[in-house]
């Protein structure tokens, strides 16, 4: 019977293969269900000005809610999705996901907010993927205005003639561009002067954040990534800030936007509707110079 034979595999595999071997194996073969089953879930994080504690954009986070492993990391099964082909149907559930539910908000009533998406490199330059974004605004009537694609610098490195009609195309549609995890990518800065007109915001990576302390020299580093920005007018904001000291420094170095766990974590839809209800999230007395300098 196919319950037996269910537990033989489990069996087979967990005496021959190591768990995350026969995670991965489950994983890929469940994700192709997954958008059908209802799995997929869009989380939402905040992203929050830094002096006014108002919720100034958000970003959409894929979770997958597994039978078997619980809720899965989109760092697990992203990769999957691309080496089995399913990272086109991934993708268009995400866009037509984040975009529904920021009109259904805005019809609500909710502040009217951007709200970004994660493409891969993979997909970015995929042919139609501007088409495809255009399709979603008008199917669930979004402002283009409110729909922000991330993007990492990896995906700059490719051909760049399609790189750049891609963003031009992104550009005269009106959807906004970030380049996620700045400063770790392969590029380098001739990559930002060629494009920089195409990108609206730098979103500076969780590990130089996560390194911030008093006095530490990798500061610089910050400091250098958002002055480039404020030069080259474009946005910036940190990401993956956690305490009230990198919220103090960042204030310092005048970073204006931040996301990260100190303000939300990403929450459930209902849960960020009741947040972005509010309009702005009360924010943490990071102005006591004195706790964080000596
Ligand atoms: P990312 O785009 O750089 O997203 C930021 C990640 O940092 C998220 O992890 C978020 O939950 C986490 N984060 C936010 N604030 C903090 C903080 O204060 N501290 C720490 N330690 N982490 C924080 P998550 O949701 O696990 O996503 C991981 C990556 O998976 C994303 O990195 C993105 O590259 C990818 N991803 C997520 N959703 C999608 C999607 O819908 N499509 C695609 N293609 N990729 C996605
Ligand atoms: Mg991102
Ligand atoms: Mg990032
Ligand atoms: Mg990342």
Redesign the pocket.
């Known amino acids: 019977r196919a319950k037996d034979l269910g537990k033989n595999n489990v069996q087979i595999f967990t005496s021959s293969m190591n768990i995350q071997t026969y995670k991965i194996f489950t994983l890929e073969r469940d994700l192709r269900k997954a958008i059908q089953r209802n799995e997929l879930e869009?989380?939402y994080?905040p992203k929050v000005n830094v002096y006014s504690g108002e919720i100034v954009g958000a970003?959409?986070?894929?979770?997958w809610n597994h039978p078997e492993w619980g809720l899965v990391?989109?760092?697990e099964f992203?990769p999957l999705s691309e080496e089995t082909g399913l990272?086109a149907a991934?993708?268009s559930w995400?866009k037509l996901t984040a975009c529904q539910q920021n009109k259904e908000w805005q019809q609500a009533g909710l502040p009217a907010i951007p709200i970004s998406?994660?493409?891969?490199a993979k997909?970015f330059l995929f042919k139609d993927m501007v088409d495809s974004i255009q399709l979603v605004l008008r199917e669930t009537g979004l402002d283009p205005q409110y729909l922000e694609v991330?993007i990492?610098e990896s995906s700059l490195l490719e051909n760049e003639d399609a790189v750049m009609t891609t963003l031009d195309a992104l550009n005269k549609l009106g959807v906004k561009i970030s380049l996620?995890?700045f400063g770790t990518g392969y590029s380098s800065l001739s990559y930002l002067k060629r494009f920089r007109q195409k990108i609206n915001t730098l979103?500076i990576?969780?590990s130089f954040i996560?390194d911030m302390h008093p006095g530490n020299d990798d500061n610089a580093i910050i400091h250098m990534i958002i002055q480039l920005a404020q030069h080259m007018n474009m946005s910036v904001i940190a990401?993956?800030?956690?305490t009230e000291e990198q919220l103090y420094l960042l204030k310092q170095l005048q970073c204006d936007v931040v996301?990260?766990?100190?303000f939300s974590?990403?929450v459930q839809a209902a849960e960020f509707a009741e947040i972005l209800k509010q309009g702005h999230i009360p924010i943490v007395n990071s102005d006591v110079a004195a706790d964080f300098e000596n």
Do not use: C, F, M, W
């Open positions: 869009l989380y994080q970003e959409a986070l894929v979770r990391s989109p760092n992203i990272s991934l993708s995400v998406i994660n493409v891969t997909r991330e990492t996620d995890d979103k990576d969780k996560h990401e993956g800030v956690e996301q990260g766990y100190l974590k990403p």
